[in-house]
Structure formats: C-alpha cells, structure tokens
C-alpha cells in the first residue's frame, strides 16, 4: 500500500488467537488499519499492548456487536472497507445427542452474531460504493463429517447467506467472499470440549463407544495431521480476498478442501457418504 493511498481499514472479529490473530498481524504489516476484536476483554488488553486497536465483540451478546460496529467505522472515519468475521466455535457430538438448547447457544454465536455485525456495516459500504465482506466459512460448510453436526450446520447457513447477499450486493461495489479453509492449526479443537462437557449427556447414548475417543481427541495436547497448515496460510488468502482487483467468491486452503470440492462435483451422494462415514472424528 503506497503511502499516498488512503489508508484501509479492516475489522477482525476472533482475535485472540489463531486465524483472527494471524490475519491481523499479517494486514497490519501490509499497512492496513487494523481493528482486531475478541470477546474476551483480557484478550483485547492484550492485544493493544501489541500496539492494535482492539474492542470487545461477543457475537452471542447483541449490545456488544452493536457497540463494537459503531466504534470500528468511527475508527476507519465513517465506513470501513473490509470486515472478516471468524470467530466462532464448535460442539462436538452427535446430531441425536445435542439439546436443541445446544444449537440455539452456537447459532447466535456462529450465525446471528455474524448476520447482525454484516448488517451494521453494509451501509456505510453501500454509501462509500465500496466494500469487502469475507466469511470464514469451512470445508465442513459444503461436506460434513460425523460427530460434527451443530458447527456444520451454521457453516452450511453461513454459504446459504452470503451466497444469497453476494447476489443482492451485485452492483454496490460491495464483495462478499468466502474462505472455506479445511485443517488449520488452531484452538477450535480444545476450545470445544468445555462445549462439549456441557452438552453431551453419555448414558443410554446409542453413540456411547465413540464417545471416549472424541474426548481423547479433545483434550489431546496435539493431534497430528497430515494436511493441516498453519493461520498463516488463511491469512494470505484472506489479503488475495481484500486486495485482488475482481476477488474470487470463494477461496480454498487446504487439500482436503480443494479434494472435497472437486469430489462434490463428481461423485453422487451416495458414492461421497461411503467415503465420509470412514471418517473418525
């Protein structure tokens, strides 16, 4: 970014570690005006000790979201030019064993939290005649794997809506974009069991065996695996999303997502659920 271009703006949700934290760090670095929030006020303090402007956002808490949209495009002087929203987190177990109360709780974190601060932002974008709004979406928005249901879902709803508000946008100079990224080295995985603690009730579950595996997968130190790649990698093609003159609608990280996209085209249903049921969770 030259120094005589204005300089952009950015909001970040999700910050306080992993995809959000390494998105910030890589757009302020590329001279962007970086407003990273977390829904933690500790990790915000934290955070601007780095030397970021930062604002608590909990998608779950509607007067936070609110307050944090208004702040942020006072920051960016009236209307920002991006907004990536990405936090989010999952509650493992399966579809027959989550509360509906379960579902309720992750949809207004994961799904409403995100409609409600996309909302706030459009008309400043609208106004400005242009704008980026990035999802980070999944692989598991477009195939799901077992004992995953509830995050799948709002994955899948997150496509259906931006899909839907990149049609209705077309013409404003506002993108909307999704990031589907596939394995990445992040806390979901750990962040999760507390979910999972909380709502899955074992006794007289028909899934009573896979359970304990679940749970060691959970709070393993470390689970290995063969595709995953760092945030970093989820940052670069968040700057290709924000920066490209014609973006694309939708970018892929990983193997498995660019394998599971191409295996979605040309296999059946049925044919793709044979090769997803070997999966372990």
Known sequence: MSAESKQKSILITGCSSGIGYASAQALRARGWRVIATCRK???????????????????????????????AQAMAGGALDALFNNGAFAAPGAVEDLPTDCLREIFEANFFGWH????????????????????????????TLKYRGAYQATKFAIEGLSSTLRLELDGSGVEVILIEPGPIDTM??????SHFNRWIRWEGSAHADIYPKIEERLTAEKVKSRWELPAEAVAAKLIDALESERPRARYYVTFPTYLMAYAKRVLSTRMLDRILIKQSY
């Open 188 to 193: 979901i995985r750990q962040n999760s069991y």
């Open 116 to 143: 409600e601060l996309t909302r706030r932002v459009i008309p400043g974008m609208r106004a400005q005649g242009a704008g980026r709004i990035v999802q980070c979406s999944s692989v598991l928005g477009f195939v």
């Open 41 to 71: 006020e500790a990790d915000c303090e934290r955070l601007r000790a780095e030397g970021f402007q930062s604002l608590r956002l909990d998608y779950a808490d509607p007067a936070s979201v609110a307050i944090a949209a208004e702040q």
